[in-house]
């Protein structure tokens, strides 16, 4: 395999644009080929803009969270964007879409994965996914899935962003610089006009990230994003 991949595990089709879009354009822009698969339309829970307008379908909405997500895709950098219309408050995460991630890991062997947090009491289909994607991770690692495959490594997990992370055990032990990428992002952000009311929420929390990220370190950082790591960081040196 001569690319580096990423694969991004998103319950909704706008959750890897707020949580993890300056992720995604940082490494796209360094090469990688990153997979972002959208589980759900988010067309019952998160569509409320669209469902105001007269005459609205089901139908309707998926296609307009698709067009927008698929723009906001681009914008990123995005390698391959998939769309598995699993279902939407509650997400329905099928034996079949199950194993259909497991060949995705197989298939791309990815660099690192990025998913929802463990817990979020405001939306239980992020941490149904986040729980189901890194089981699906455990096993592409088994020997006896398909054998004669190549398994899959040991790639790190990073847990993105929910929205009231102080609700939700979530705590930021990564943070990173995405000022390089941010218009990219902030443009990405703007994709998403089914949610316009999202724009500037997720632009202060990329400023306190970036706050953060400055204090924590000698670097002079404005915009960032926090990832919660579910494993240890193996490394060769401390520097």
């Known amino acids: 395999m001569t690319s580096r991949t990423a694969l991004v595990v998103s319950a909704h089709s706008a959750d890897f644009v707020w949580r993890c879009g300056g992720a995604i354009a940082l ?39 698709e067009a927008e997500a698929k723009k906001a895709a681009a914008v990123l950098g995005v390698h391959d964007i998939q769309f598995w219309d699993l279902g939407d408050y509650p997400i329905n995460l099928t034996e079949q879409a199950f194993f259909r991630l497991v060949d995705v890991y197989r ?36 020997h006896g899935h398909n054998p004669g495959q190549k398994v ?8 993105f962003e929910p929205h009231q992370p102080e609700q939700c055990n979530w705590k930021p032990d990564v943070l990173l610089d995405i000022g390089p990428v941010w218009e990219k992002k902030r ?19 990329a400023q306190q990230r970036g ?25 060769e040196s401390l520097a």
């Open 27 to 65: 490494h796209a822009a360094k090469g990688f080929e990153v997979t972002v698969i959208c589980l759900s339309y988010g067309e019952r829970g998160e569509s409320a803009k669209l469902w105001r307008q007269a005459g609205m379908t089901l139908e309707r909405v998926k296609a307009a969270r």
């Open 107 to 142: 298939a791309i062997h990815p660099a690192f994965m990025l998913t929802h947090s463990k817990e979020d009491l405001y939306n239980h289909d992020h941490p149904a996914v986040s729980a189901w994607a890194q089981n699906a991770r455990i096993t592409a690692q088994a």
């Open 152 to 159: 899959l490594g040991a790639p790190p997990v990073f847990l």
């Open 187 to 205: 443009a990405a952000i703007e994709c998403m006009e089914g949610q316009e009311h999202l724009w500037e929420y997720y632009t202060r929390v």
């Open 211 to 235: 706050a953060q990220a400055a204090r924590n370190s000698d670097k002079k950082i404005v915009w960032g994003e926090g990832y919660q790591s579910v494993f240890p960081h193996v490394v």
